[in-house]
Nanobody
Framework: QVQLVESGGGLVQPGGSLRLSCAASGITFSIYAMGWYRQAPGKQRELVATITSSRSVNYADSVKGRSTISRDNAKNTVYLQMNSLKAEDTAVYYC???????????????WGQGTQVTVSS
């Protein structure tokens, strides 16, 4: 059974920092691209950052320069360090594990339950 469990969310003041963690189980973590997505009330889910199995990273323009995604394959965990947080960063943050099967080209995606991040004074 695949599980992605996020942690580290909470209430933080504008300008503050948070580190989100996502612990994975039930998958061969090292072969998956991992990502963080977020969904604010009334808005669609959007990409925040991704890191491939070879550790190439990609960030949304809205968080570039303020966030760092990293992974620890020994711990089956992906992290998102967020600094200089703004009110518009308020959202539920979801962890994603993604891969493409080599033979069938079928895309495989797993999602966590999400963790709430609220930026407010």
């Amino acid at each position: 059974q695949v599980q992605l469990v996020e942690s580290g969310g909470g209430l933080v003041q504008p300008g503050g920092s948070l580190r989100l963690s996502c612990a994975a189980s039930g998958i061969t973590f090292s072969i998956y691209a991992m990502g963080w997505y977020r969904q604010a009330p009334g808005k669609q889910r959007e990409l925040v950052a991704t890191i491939t199995s070879s550790r190439s990273v990609n960030y949304a323009d809205s968080v570039k320069g303020r966030s760092t995604i990293s992974r620890d394959n020994a711990k089956n965990t992906v992290y998102l360090q967020m600094n200089s947080l703004k009110a518009e960063d308020t959202a539920v943050y979801y962890c994603n594990a993604h891969r493409v099967e080599i033979i069938t080209s079928r895309e495989v995606d797993y999602w966590g339950q999400g963790t709430q991040v609220t930026v407010s004074s």
